[in-house]
């Protein structure tokens, strides 16, 4: 059985039932988040065994200063039911001036712990995220924000390329093999992505710049296979450009001389 995700918040630990009916917010007083920035304004990254940190920085505004945050959560909208959400384990906040502080909230995510509390495939979760978060004034002042910002939360994936044969005559064809993959939160292992776009892409011996040659589809395993006329020296790649749900990938370039 696949581990069950707890939020843990100012060392507590609450099984947190995330069922988002619209965005809104309530409190007290004149606080306000103004702008709310998750991970510097890029995708979430998520592989199979590296545990992910990454910040939300939330801006608030009150007349008597920002005291700061007092509770942080992010989930998964993508997901029907149950699926994914990440651990709150840290804020700090910096004063920008005597109403403004920026609090940036550490979150987390554990590749294991995605299934969340429910049975659902924890791969459902890949997708949009929404942040909520309680903000506090020094005054008193509090706000419950519901929905203050969206994001994906996206399946790392994997990409290779091999091109045979290696020196290749000027004019004969060149085959050039590679294998899309992206991560299974369920098993936590890589499995081929398929019925996807690809480019293959060739920088020729000098250039600064990859140009796309042509775009093929990976099969029901997620392998690439095409062939190419060889005209020059140079090194060939693919390149794929990612989903909503998975990440962009670009994979190493292999280098192949002409003889």
Not at 129 to 151: F, L
Request: overall charge positive; some cysteine.
């Amino acid at each position: 059985m696949r581990h069950r995700l707890w939020a843990v918040a100012g060392g507590a630990a609450a099984l947190t039932l995330l069922t988002a009916t619209g965005a809104h917010a309530e409190g007290e007083g004149d606080i306000r988040v103004t702008r709310t920035v998750v991970n510097k304004g890029n995708s979430v990254i998520v592989g199979t065994a590296r545990v992910i940190d990454y910040p939300v920085a939330i801006t608030i505004k009150d007349d008597s200063g920002v005291k700061g945050l007092s509770h942080v959560s992010t989930y998964s909208m993508s997901a029907h039911e149950g699926g994914g959400f990440a651990e709150w384990v840290g804020s700090s906040c910096v004063k920008k001036s005597s109403t403004t502080s920026v609090c940036t909230a550490t979150m987390r995510i554990t590749p294991e712990w995605i299934p969340g509390y429910s049975d659902a495939d924890s791969n459902k979760s890949a997708g949009t995220w929404a942040v909520n978060a309680t903000v506090k004034a020094n005054d008193g002042d509090y706000w419950i924000s519901d929905r203050i910002a969206e994001y994906r939360v996206k399946r790392a994936a994997q990409l290779t390329t091999d091109a045979t044969p290696e020196p290749v005559a000027k004019g004969a064809k060149l085959t050039v093999k590679g294998k899309l993959s992206r991560a299974n939160w369920e098993d936590l292992k890589y499995h081929g992505y398929p019925g996807q776009s690809v480019r293959l892409q060739f920088r020729a011996a000098g250039a600064a710049h990859y140009a796309t040659v042509k775009t093929v589809k990976t099969d029901n395993l997620g392998r690439l296979s095409t062939t190419v006329t060889a005209t020059s020296a140079g090194s060939w790649r693919w390149y794929f450009p990612g989903t909503t749900t998975t990440s962009l990938k670009v994979s190493a370039g292999d280098a192949v001389a002409l003889r």
